[in-house]
């Protein structure tokens, strides 16, 4: 997939995910690295092959690798990280050959991304399949840290859902 080794590869991405890495090291609770990613877009396109949408395998798996990298501005500056990370994922998407992605797939990527935090109405396909998939990656039932976790008892995966 040249379109998702083309954001992996991106100088802004290996920038902010570098720094995300370190300022995580250390922390006990939920992590925003690679493995988190890979699971969101994993679940994402299982998701997506099963209930028949038809979202390109690329656009799923760029709206997974982008949509937690801005979470080190959230971290540094307070900025939320949805937006911080729709906000540099366009500078990515921008820099990347116009045969990568359509111009309403980039828009789905950027929608997607600013709407993975909380679940509402009217949400477009994309947009709630990354936020879906994004809850359902934690494994809150198996970890240590989910009685002092401050997510609240509605978004905690607390079973193995199939």
């Not at 379109?3 to 100088?11: D, G, L, S």
């Not at 390109?56 to 760029?62: A, D, L, P, Q, T």
């Not at 979470?71 to 045969?99: M, N, T, V, W």
Request: glycine letters at 4%.
């Amino acid at each position: 997939m040249r379109e998702v080794e083309a954001i992996r590869k991106h100088p802004l991405y290996t920038e902010y995910y570098d720094r995300l890495k370190e300022a995580e090291k250390k922390r006990r609770f939920c992590c925003h690295q690679m493995a988190h990613l890979i699971d969101v877009a994993r679940i994402a396109y299982i998701s997506n092959l099963e209930e028949q949408m038809g979202i390109r395998k690329e656009v799923i798996y760029g709206a997974a690798l982008l949509h937690d990298i801005g979470k080190i501005r959230q971290y540094q500056e307070g900025i939320p990280h949805e937006k911080a990370s729709a906000e540099i994922a366009r500078i990515i998407l921008e820099d990347l050959p116009e045969d990568y992605y359509s111009e309403e797939e980039k828009c789905a990527i950027l929608k997607a991304i600013y709407g993975h935090r909380t679940e509402r109405d009217q949400m477009d396909e994309l947009e709630r399949l990354i936020y879906l998939s994004d809850k359902s990656s934690r494994m809150c039932f198996d970890c240590g840290m989910e009685a002092e976790c401050n997510w609240n008892a509605e978004k905690k995966n607390l079973e193995i859902r199939v």
